[in-house]
């Protein structure tokens, strides 16, 4: 074999054995793409300087320690305004004036562990349009598109009839899994409950203020039309945590130590619960674990009493831990950029239904019940 021959096919031997033993990144690491980042992170643009990182996207399962708690038992990532996409057109062929809230469609939120949708429906073109409004109404320039092409990627409804009075446990979610008891369906307005049979939204959650007035520090108070946060008359809570004007970002910093904070908090002042679903903007936005590391940690306290669902140890009572060594530190990089954004679209009509909706055959979380919340113009 001629010496060039043999050199390059030795410098290629070493560029392969570089390749194959470099790692995926960790969290916090600097990236270019997705494929930098390893299993169940996303390559997000929450580096300072230009520069992206890479962060948790997916929450763990908490099926994966089993569903033989109640179904107010454990925690739900939830996506504020989950249709508002950024860099998305509307439907109506008009350019979209209006704010954005998350950057992957339902699908891929779903596939991610998403279980609680926020939509804001209205009256629009003699149809159900999915919609940001001014005063009660919805435009040209702020509808996204009719909310039936949403629906169609939600497929399968199931109704839960079982639902607890005053404040006691739902059914286990194993029950509500095998009899197909999936799908919980509330109203705001109380008349409706009389009318139609729909479940009056606040006699079973409480839920904190949204946008910048709920993201005080060592403060969560009830939005208005929801009961206190203390109230032990309902059985589950919800928290918002996204400001009044979405940024994204400033929602790098956000979803990270702050949301981590507020849980403690809203824990604090609801009784010391924690809390079943927490609806962010851009949830695969931080500078670390985000929205996905507290949904494990409240996941951890509400499933086997341990800090971090990761924690829970198979077979055991509930308070046996099983501490991990420490992570590597990740590697250095510069500091994000960005601060509080100024606020969030805040789901600011007074009416609104919220239904639980399983997906089958889906990757991730499967057979697990699905929170829509839903704000509706009538």
């Known amino acids: 074999m001629a010496p060039r021959l043999r050199l390059a096919l030795a410098l290629a031997l070493a560029l392969v054995l570089l390749a194959s033993g470099a790692s995926a990144a960790s969290v916090g690491d600097t990236c270019s793409s997705e494929g930098d980042c390893g299993a169940g992170l996303h390559c997000s643009d929450c ?46 062929g008009s350019a979209l004036i209006t704010q954005t809230n998350q950057e992957d469609t339902i699908t891929a939120q779903l596939k991610n562990g998403v279980r609680g949708l926020m939509l804001d429906t209205y009256d629009f073109n003699n149809d159900v349009w999915l919609c940001h409004s001014f005063q009660g109404k919805c435009f040209n320039f702020t509808a996204f598109q009719p909310a039936i092409n949403v629906l169609k990627e939600i497929r399968t409804f199931l109704d839960v009839a079982k639902m607890p009075k005053s404040g006691g446990d739902w059914p286990l979610l194993k029950d509500m899994i095998s009899q197909n008891e999936r799908l919980l369906v509330f109203t705001s307005k109380k008349s409706k409950e009389a009318s139609e049979g729909i479940a009056y939204e606040w006699s079973y959650v409480v839920e904190n203020q949204y946008g910048n007035e709920g993201m005080v520090e060592g403060k969560c108070p009830n ?137 089958p055959k889906l990757s991730f979380f499967f057979g697990v019940a699905l929170l829509i919340l839903v704000i509706l113009s009538y």
């Open 47 to 92: 580096g300072g300087g230009g520069d992206k990182t890479c962060t948790r996207a997916k929450p763990i399962d908490p099926l994966t320690h089993g569903t033989g708690l109640p179904f107010n038992n454990y925690s739900w990532l939830t996506t504020h305004n989950s249709y508002a996409l950024a860099g998305s057109s509307s439907a109506t």
């Open 223 to 359: 939005r208005a039309e929801s009961p206190a946060m203390d109230s032990k008359s309902q059985s589950l809570v919800l928290m918002n945590f996204f400001t009044t004007d979405p940024s994204q970002t400033g929602v790098c910093a956000n979803n990270s130590a702050p949301l981590v904070s507020m849980l403690k908090t809203c824990h604090d002042l609801s009784g010391n619960r924690w809390p079943n679903y927490i609806a962010v903007d851009f949830y695969m936005r931080s500078d670390g674990g985000g929205a996905p590391l507290a949904t494990d940690i409240a996941n951890g306290h509400l499933v086997c009493g341990c800090d971090n669902i990761a924690y829970c140890k198979a077979n055991s009572t509930f308070g046996t831990c099983v501490i991990p060594p420490p992570s590597p530190p990740p590697s250095p990089r510069k500091a994000p950029s960005g601060g509080k954004g100024t606020g969030a679209g805040g789901s600011s009509s007074s009416s609104g239904a919220m239904a639980r909706v399983v997906l």
